[in-house]
């Protein structure tokens, strides 16, 4: 998945869908963050295929595809942000407690977790910007 995160302000080089990001005690982006890095983008989803073959379909069933299309993201990306959330409140307090590791082996479940979420969060984001993209209507058939 294609980051545009600035690598420069990085430790130790890995972009943010990386859980040694977390791990080596970079920053977590908030959500506008990771809207912005899909924003900033080309990446449209792993799912950009099936939209764009929806958005080839004929009235209504173009319209209608689209409509469940993007109301099953937004759905998920409810979901996604409630679970990136509570992982990052995990994070932030294993941080407090423990520190930042000088010279970690291994990165533990939290870090997993908070990578994966983002990483959910970004592929939602991405689809849904894919669908907006779209024009509103078809175009002209003939």
């Known amino acids: 998945m294609p980051q545009k995160t600035d690598q420069k ?3 130790g080089g890995y972009g943010t869908g990386h859980c040694w990001y977390y791990l080596l005690g970079n920053p977590v ?12 983008s080309e ?15 004929p009235e209504p069933q173009r319209s209608a595809t689209l409509r469940r299309l993007r109301n099953q993201y937004v ?10 959330r509570r992982v990052v409140f995990e994070l932030n307090q294993r941080r407090k407690v423990y520190g930042i590791p000088e010279n970690p082996k291994r990165a533990d479940d939290v870090h997993v ?11 939602d984001f991405a689809h849904l910007l894919c669908i907006d ?7 002209e058939l003939f």
């Open 9 to 11: 302000d990085i430790i």
């Open 29 to 40: 982006p908030s959500l506008k963050q990771i809207l912005s890095e899909a924003n900033a």
């Open 43 to 57: 990446y449209r989803g792993y799912n950009e295929e099936e939209i764009l073959a929806a958005a080839r379909k």
């Open 75 to 84: 759905e998920a990306l409810k979901r996604g942000i409630s679970i990136y």
């Open 113 to 123: 977790s908070v990578a994966l979420k983002h990483n959910h969060i970004y592929n």
């Open 133 to 139: 993209e779209l024009p509103n209507q078809q175009g």
